[in-house]
């Protein structure tokens, strides 16, 4: 009896530790593709919001930099106008 179970370990070893070897592997294969699939997709859904909230902070700047054109095309005009007062200020003090 003892010969037997000397020999089992072996054989066991031999024929079942392959076995279970391949299906561990396919096993811990198929939950890190499950894990990647998961980590994906929540990367994509942060990288979508991040690219929401950055096109809408570009739309914010891209307002501010039509406000700065629109006070700039304003400058001359006020500086004009200025000019004009000064002009119609010595004009009536001329005619005093």
């Given at each position: 009896m003892s010969g037997v179970a000397e020999k089992v370990p072996g054989w066991v070893e031999r024929l079942l530790i392959p076995t279970l070897e391949a299906k561990v592997r396919s096993v811990v294969a198929e939950e890190l593709a499950k894990f990647e699939k998961t980590v994906d997709a929540r990367f994509e859904v942060l990288d979508?919001?991040?690219?929401?909230?950055?096109?809408?902070?570009?739309?914010?700047?891209?307002?501010?930099?039509?406000?700065?054109?629109?006070?700039?095309?304003?400058?001359?005009?006020?500086?004009?106008?200025?000019?004009?007062?000064a002009r119609l200020s010595q004009i009536e003090k001329a005619s005093r």
């Open positions: 979508s919001k991040m690219d929401a909230r950055f096109k809408a902070v570009n739309a914010k700047i891209e307002v501010v930099n039509t406000r700065i054109d629109s006070l700039e095309k304003q400058f001359p005009t006020l500086k004009e106008l200025a000019e004009i007062k």
